[in-house]
């Protein structure tokens, strides 16, 4: 079965500052799929970033980066030039590449504070 | 497009009631999906479908039922509903194609307590 970590249960970080957000996992596939969800206090999930395994190039989406480390199973999320908006939970998520079978399993989150 | 729908939006139940929590997507996708989230903890993954018609167990399925008789809605029944089922629900959805074939969309969750 696969495993998400997320190691830091809480950060803060001043606003305009970069920060970034760690996270490994365990599988013993070779062709997935890794995501960073942020849920605001408004409850929703939003999907921020995507990760697909067999793309060397490291996923970015204007202000989020990732750094995905294969070998290491590791998947962390920068966030440049932080903004008071970016105050929410965040999740790191992995699916596996199976055909009927997209299924994500969620770390336990972490709560990022963006400070004024 | 409203996206995936969830009603209630909160709901207080007895020990021992049954409901229907509903979820509806209008953007014709064919898989969608049940989630608990606990306090503290990331989403776990009740039921899935894959289409209408098809249903499959997730990772924490005991005390809940599902059925899929049109693409758009997607219910999740609670029988006898016990305390350890107070949880925040949520829905999602999926296109099967490319290029989002794989991003969950979610529905704004539905907050349930179980007295």
């Known amino acids: 079965a696969q495993t998400v970590t997320q190691s830091q249960p809480e950060m803060s970080v001043q606003e305009a500052e970069t920060v970034t957000l760690s996270c490994t996992y365990d599988?013993?596939?070779?062709?997935?799929?890794l995501f960073w969800y942020k849920q605001p206090p408004s409850r929703q999930m939003i999907l921020v970033i995507r990760q697909e395994a067999y793309k060397q190039q490291n996923a970015t989406e204007n202000r989020f980066s990732v750094n995905f480390q294969k070998a290491a199973k590791s998947f962390s999320l920068k966030i440049s030039d932080s903004q008071l908006g970016d105050t929410a939970m965040y999740f790191c998520?992995?699916?596996?590449?199976?055909?009927?079978?997209?299924?994500?399993?969620f770390g336990k989150g972490m709560k990022l504070t963006v400070n004024p | 497009n409203a996206g995936v729908t969830q009603t209630p939006k909160f709901r207080i139940l007895k020990i021992g009631q049954s409901m229907t929590l509903q979820c509806t997507q209008d953007m014709n996708h064919n898989y969608m999906y049940w989630y608990r989230q606990d306090p503290g903890m990331g989403l776990k993954l009740i039921y899935y479908?894959?289409?209408?018609?098809?249903?499959d167990k997730g990772e924490v399925p005991n005390g809940y039922n599902v059925s899929r008789s049109t693409t758009e809605d997607f219910p999740l029944r609670l029988e006898l509903a016990a305390p350890s089922q107070t949880s925040v629900y949520f829905c999602?959805?999926?296109?099967?194609?490319?290029?989002?074939?794989?991003?969950?969309?979610f529905g704004p969750g539905t907050r349930l307590t179980v007295l």
């Open positions: 998520a992995f699916m596996k590449h199976v055909p009927g079978s997209e299924k994500l399993v």
């Open positions: 599988t013993s596939e070779s062709n997935y799929y």
């Open positions: 479908s894959v289409g209408a018609g098809i249903t």
């Open positions: 999602a959805s999926s296109p099967n194609d490319r290029p989002s074939f794989n991003e969950q969309f």
